[in-house]
């Protein structure tokens, strides 16, 4: 989570990682109601994973992609 924070721009966060966040928080906060904390926060994590994996690859797709590579050649001092 520290790397996500360091690495990533803040215009990228808010306008690209933000939104997907929130999403998959309202989709857990609706949908799943396991009864347990762990198994609830990993349907969580595997929700945001998978809403972040379709936008990133939608981006490519549609021109306006992020790729790791853009964020590691800030980070390669």
Not at 16 to 21: G, I, Q, R, T
Not at 34 to 59: K, Q
């Amino acid at each position: 989570m520290f790397t996500l924070f360091r690495l990533v721009p803040v215009r990228d966060a808010l306008t690209a990682h933000l939104p997907v966040l929130a999403a998959a928080f309202l989709v857990a906060e609706l949908f799943y109601k396991f009864g347990s904390f762990l198994l609830e926060c990993l349907a969580f994590l595997a929700t945001w994973f998978v809403f972040d994996l379709i936008v990133h690859v939608a981006r490519g797709l549609f021109g306006a992609p992020l790729t790791a590579s853009r964020y590691s050649a800030k980070s390669s001092n």
